[in-house]
Every structure is written in structure tokens, then in C-alpha cells.
């Protein structure tokens, strides 16, 4: 996670972490009238060039769930310079995972959970994009509509309403948004305790050799053939 650390500290907020840097900070601005629309009730590509008029018609069908993006987005934008600066600064991984799940992931859990028709208006987006970042940017759009059109929507729909279903939420009392927050912030404690080189139930100390391997086998995956190169040698459970 060093060079996450690295890469906020370098490319993403100025020098005290106050803000921001200004290349970011121009580009969220550029950004933000695409994500907050001015209420409208027709749709004009040349205003919606990023995310285009399909992605506009699918969000604006979920009534008051419409503004969530814009919401979130404005949470990432005023939150941000604070939170990834304590991110940097943070000495533990408890501490750094925690943080990652307060900034972003509950936040888009919480939404997600009370308004889980973002999922198919997303995937609305990605199937029918109609903006023209592609043109205005040059770039090539190939690659992108390779993906949308060999990836399973239907399943991934259902996949992701599954995993929404399941993480929301009270159950035996408790809210599950914040027990997966949890689970993910002891991931943390893991790690640490890993580092420290104790040899504890919560520790990766204990199949460091099976840990490397299951990276080794997860970076070997082909992204063009969809094949891993890398098969573990041997698999053993720690004693």
C-alpha cells in the first residue's frame, strides 16, 4: 500500500494536503456539472458530453435516488484532501483501511443499499453509452465497447443486486453496512500484525508462503487470453 500513500502524496493533493492539486481540482470542476445536472427535462449531448443522454434518462428515472451520484461525488470532493492526508499520514493499516472505508466504500454502501436501481442505471450507462468524451478526447473507443459487449450484464446485474441484498440492512441487531466495515478494518489488524512478525491467529504470518503464492497466481492472470500462467505449486493450511 506504499505506493498508494506515494501516489496521493505526489499526484493528488498540494504540498501542506490542504486541497487538492490544481490540475485535480480543474478537472472536478470541469466534472461536476456532468454529475449534477441542472434539472431539465430534455437531455442536450452537447451539455451531457461525459456521460451522455441514456445515462441521463436512467438516472433521472429514479426519482429522488437521481441525485445520489451527485451527492457521493460532492462527498469525495470535500472530504477528500482530509481523509487522504490522514491516509498518508496513518502509521497502521487498521488505521489506513479504516479510513478508506469511511471516505469511500460506506458511503457508496449506504447509498447502494437505499437506492440499488444506481446499479442497473450504471450498467444502463456503460451498455448504451451515447456521450462523446471518445471524440473530444481522441481517444479510441474500441477497447471500452470490446468490454460492453463481451461482458455478461444480465448476471453481473444479478450478482451485484445479490451482494446489495446481503449487505444491508440489520441483522441480530446490528447494521450490516458497519459490521463489513469492520471486517474489512481487521483485514487490517492482519496485516499489521504480519509486519510486526507476530505469530497470532490474526496475522498472515502463519501461510506467508501461501500468501505469496495466491498474489503470484492472481498477477499471472491474461487479461486477453483469461488464462492465469502462474498454477500454485502447493496449497497447505497453516497448523
Not at 82 to 92: D, G, M, Q, R, Y
Request: charged residues 25%.
Amino acid at each position: 500500500m506504499k505506493w498508494l500513500r506515494n501516489m496521493t502524496i505526489e499526484y493528488l493533493l498540494n504540498e501542506d494536503g490542504t486541497s487538492f492539486q490544481p490540475e485535480i481540482t480543474g478537472m472536478l470542476v470541469m466534472v461536476e456539472p456532468q454529475i449534477c445536472p441542472v434539472e431539465s427535462k430534455k437531455c442536450s449531448t452537447s451539455e451531457n458530453w461525459f456521460f451522455g443522454c441514456n445515462c441521463w434518462k436512467g438516472f433521472r428515472a429514479l426519482g429522488e435516488c437521481k441525485m445520489r451520484p451527485c451527492q457521493l461525488f460532492r462527498h469525495f470532493v470535500e472530504n477528500g484532501p482530509e481523509s487522504l492526508t490522514n491516509f498518508a499520514n496513518a502509521e497502521f493499516y487498521e488505521e489506513k483501511y479504516r479510513i478508506l472505508m469511511d471516505y469511500l466504500m460506506t458511503p457508496i454502501s449506504r447509498a447502494l443499499c437505499e437506492c440499488p436501481g444506481m446499479i442497473g442505471a450504471s450498467i444502463t450507462c456503460a451498455r448504451k453509452y451515447d456521450g462523446t468524451l471518445f471524440q473530444l478526447t481522441g481517444l479510441d473507443r474500441t477497447s471500452f465497447d470490446n468490454v460492453v459487449s463481451h461482458t455478461d450484464w444480465k448476471t453481473l446485474k444479478t450478482v451485484l443486486l445479490g451482494l446489495v441484498e446481503a449487505g444491508c440492512g440489520e441483522r441480530n441487531g446490528k447494521d450490516c453496512v458497519t459490521e463489513f466495515s469492520n471486517i474489512i478494518t481487521l483485514a487490517g489488524t492482519v496485516m499489521d500484525n504480519f509486519y510486526k512478525g507476530e505469530d497470532v491467529c490474526l496475522s498472515v504470518i502463519r501461510f506467508e508462503e501461501e500468501f505469496e503464492e495466491y498474489y503470484e497466481v492472481i498477477g499471472s492472470f491474461d487479461i486477453e487470453s483469461r488464462k492465469i500462467k502462474h498454477t500454485p505449486t502447493d496449497w497447505r493450511m497453516p497448523t
